[in-house]
């Protein structure tokens, strides 16, 4: 196979989105590593195919679920997904290989709960907890109700 057209040169990472909840619940297939020329022009893969290698910077932010992704002959792009964690912050999605690599910032946020359930803790004060920031006990023998939202 010959490719025809636009010589591969480096490869582009677009993310859509680029903006996921931190909840560690199911991958985005939100990857796409392309081919591309120098121009920025899509350019179709030669026989064989060109493999990229894929990379987050900050795996404790985020991984990208295949370390390598193939765009095979005559295509111009390959698909990844993204898998976050429980830690929002962003992290860089990175593409090398054989051309030149290409990255992006991939963000992760804290999911907004969506109820929250009001729960009632008692806990008694002792002499070492009283007149501390962390407690609001007035005596050292007293117990005391605390407010405290738990999601759900």
């Known amino acids: 196979m010959t490719t025809v057209g636009y010589t591969p040169t480096k490869f582009t990472v677009y993310l859509a989105p680029s903006k996921v909840f931190a909840h560690k619940t199911y991958s ?3 990857i796409v590593v392309q081919a591309e020329d120098a121009s920025g022009n899509p350019a179709r893969a030669p026989a064989g195919g060109i493999t990229a290698s894929m990379s987050s910077s900050t ?5 990208v679920t295949d370390a390598t992704i193939t765009i095979s002959a005559g295509d111009t792009y ?3 997904s993204f898998y976050s964690t429980y ?3 962003v992290t860089t999605i990175r593409a090398s290989g054989t051309l030149a690599t290409g990255s992006k910032v991939m963000k992760t946020v804290a999911p ?3 109820r929250l359930k009001w729960i009632w803790l008692y806990q008694r004060c002792s002499p ?3 007149n501390t920031t962390l407690t609001l006990c007035a005596s ?3 117990t005391q109700r605390v407010i405290q939202p738990l999601p759900l």
């Open 140 to 142: 050292s023998s007293k």
């Open 128 to 130: 070492s907890m009283a």
């Open 78 to 80: 390959a698909y990844t």
């Open 112 to 114: 907004y709960p969506t």
């Open 28 to 30: 985005y297939y939100s």
């Open 59 to 63: 795996p404790s932010i985020g991984t």
């Open 87 to 89: 830690k929002p912050d």
